[in-house]
Nanobody, 126 residues
Framework: QVQLVESGGGLVQPGGSLRLSCAASGLNFRRYTVAWFREAPGKEREFVATTYHRNGATYYADSVKGRFTFSRDNAKNAVILQMSSLKPEDTAVYYC???????????????????WGQGSQVTVSS
């Protein structure tokens, strides 16, 4: 049984930092494209970042580029999203997702992903 479990969310002031983790069981992250998405209240779920497993390249949404860093911890079968210079508009539930077969042009699309975590709340507020 595949499980993705996010952790590390919470409340942070604007300009602060948070580190999200997503640990997998039942699958090997090295063989999957893994992504972070987020869903803010009243908005559609949107792409945040991914590392495409076929070329190892990392892609970010323009809204987080330069502030968020995606990395893999292969020893722990986990991925990390390091978030800095956080803004109130970053407030959302953050989800990790994994796709076994996805083409590069689809890595930003929710429908390409087979497995999802339960989500972790990130709130940026003073």
């Amino acid at each position: 049984q595949v499980q993705l479990v996010e952790s590390g969310g919470g409340l942070v002031q604007p300009g602060g930092s948070l580190r999200l983790s997503c640990a997998a069981s039942g699958l090997n992250f090295r063989r999957y494209t893994v992504a972070w998405f987020r869903e803010a209240p009243g908005k559609e779920r949107e792409f945040v970042a991914t590392t495409y497993h076929r070329n190892g390249a990392t892609y970010y949404a323009d809204s987080v580029k330069g502030r968020f860093t995606f990395s893999r911890d292969n020893a722990k079968n986990a991925v990390i999203l390091q978030m800095s210079s956080l803004k109130p508009e970053d407030t959302a539930v953050y989800y990790c997702a994994a796709a076994e077969r996805v083409i590069l042009s689809q890595v930003r699309s929710q429908s390409a992903y087979d497995y999802w975590g339960q989500g972790s709340q990130v709130t940026v507020s003073s």
